[in-house]
T-cell receptor
């Protein structure tokens, strides 16, 4: 069964450094998403991406975040200058279409900012 | 705005016990409702979903019925197994144009043999 994959599974970085989290969505899906889960808190929507541009973003997704689909398979989340509060589990998801469609999630990348 | 409220965990049950995890929601549109499960060390997996009022989603012995009058989507299973130990998330997509899912905090379920 096709699945969403994410790399790395864990990342440790110093405050102020740039990180890139990578995802390979399911191949015939058209919508891609990033979510994050700070330890002990809810899973929160960050951004959705369709047709090579951002479709929707939450108020969490500020100027330090960016997303890109650099080729036909990868979908990346870049955090330009990490802060301590960016420490979280980051989930990538994809769906065939958008409205009320099931979103399929990857296993997550645990980011720790020191 | 949209919100999902789940019962606090952890919930600890013995094997073969009956399970209910409560979920209520607030949404502006006509939401689709989902239960996702996260097993230790893994990502979020869709467990079941319902897209309109009175629909029942079911999978792996779990069931949940979309109750519009009580704005609820409670998860039930008649006889739990140790392998059901996981974190369960209730979520909604409001169907009004928003892309992102709104999640509850998650309920940690522990099944003891």
């Amino acid at each position: 069964e096709p699945e969403v994959t994410q790399t790395p599974s864990h990342q440790v970085t110093q405050m102020g450094q740039e990180v890139i989290l990578r995802c390979v969505p399911i191949s015939n899906h058209l919508y891609f998403y990033w979510y994050r889960q700070i330890l002990g808190q809810k899973v929160e929507f960050l951004v959705s991406f369709y047709n090579n541009e951002i479709s929707e973003k939450s108020e969490i997704f500020d100027d330090q975040f960016s997303v890109e689909r650099p080729d036909g398979s990868n979908f990346t989340l870049k955090i330009r200058s990490t802060k301590l509060e960016d420490s979280a589990m980051y989930f990538c998801a994809s769906s065939p279409r958008r409205v009320q469609e099931t979103q399929y999630f990857g296993p997550g990348t645990r980011l720790l900012v020191l | 705005g949209n919100s999902v409220t789940q019962m606090e965990g952890p919930v600890t049950l013995s094997e073969e016990a009956f399970l209910t995890i409560n979920c209520t929601y607030t949404a502006t549109g006509y939401p689709s409702l989902f239960w996702y499960v996260q097993y230790p060390g893994e990502g979020l997996q869709l467990l079941l979903k319902a897209t309109k009022a009175d629909d029942k989603g079911s999978n792996k012995g779990f069931e949940a019925t979309y109750r519009k009058e009580t704005t609820s989507f409670h998860l039930e299973k008649g006889s739990v197994q140790v392998s059901d130990s996981a974190v369960y998330f209730c979520a909604l997509n409001d169907g009004g144009g928003a892309d992102g899912l709104t999640f509850g905090k998650g309920t940690h379920l522990i099944i003891q043999p």
